[in-house]
């Protein structure tokens, strides 16, 4: 997936709150795209709470590979306002969109649903390697049962092997990329740390 990552030519650098604004929007997009091949592959999920409980799953996994990138790539003071950022602004715009699609439920309750479900993922996650190629299999696997919990009985069988094969890889490349590109720097090196509480 091909996403606009760079910023003007001869702009000067950027604050962490302004490249989580920017990932924000990249993640959201890549939560869509994600979802748009699955469903034109087969995947059953009309728009509905099912529907936003994917982007909401697919954007906790774009996250946790935005954060494996950032934490190689700034000091504590910008990953954390990078990591506040980028969180606070994909709640934010999945909150807009489900509550102005489906109604019923206000928009800050939406925001905070989204963040419990994240601080969730984070510690879940944390237990999974990332390396310079990207997540590891455990990773990658873990994302693929999130996913596969949320499908119709039918879709489980190839949907985990889709997350797993082709939606999680393509995924993680174009938000490690893409933040890369944000940052001006070149690919992160592999490490683990402990993942950050965002709220």
């Known amino acids: 997936m091909r996403v606009h990552s760079r910023w003007f030519r001869g702009a000067a650098s950027r604050s962490a709150p302004e490249v989580a604004g920017a990932m924000a929007f990249i ?36 996250i946790q590979v935005a954060w494996r990138v950032a934490r190689e790539r700034m000091d504590e003071s910008a990953r954390d306002a990078f990591m506040h950022g980028i969180a606070t602004r994909c709640a934010a715009i999945l909150a807009d969109n489900q509550s102005e699609l489906l109604g019923g439920q206000a928009s800050d309750a939406i925001e905070a649903q989204f963040i419990v479900r994240l601080n969730l993922r984070f510690e879940e996650y944390a237990e999974f390697a990332h390396g310079p190629e990207g997540p590891g299999f455990a990773f990658l696997r873990y994302f693929a049962s999130l996913v596969r919990d949320l499908a119709p009985e039918n879709d489980r069988p190839w949907v985990h092997d889709q997350v797993i094969a082709i939606e999680g890889p393509e995924a993680a490349e174009t938000v490690a990329r893409a933040l890369v590109d944000l940052l001006g720097e070149s690919p992160p090196s592999a490490s683990r740390r402990a993942a950050p509480r965002t709220a």
Request: hydrophobic share 55%; aromatic share 16%; glycine share 6%.
């Open 27 to 62: 993640a959201w997009r890549v939560a869509r795209s994600m979802l748009a091949r699955m469903r034109k592959a087969g995947f059953t999920v009309d728009a509905g709470p099912r529907y936003f409980d994917f982007i909401a799953e697919a954007l906790a996994f774009t």
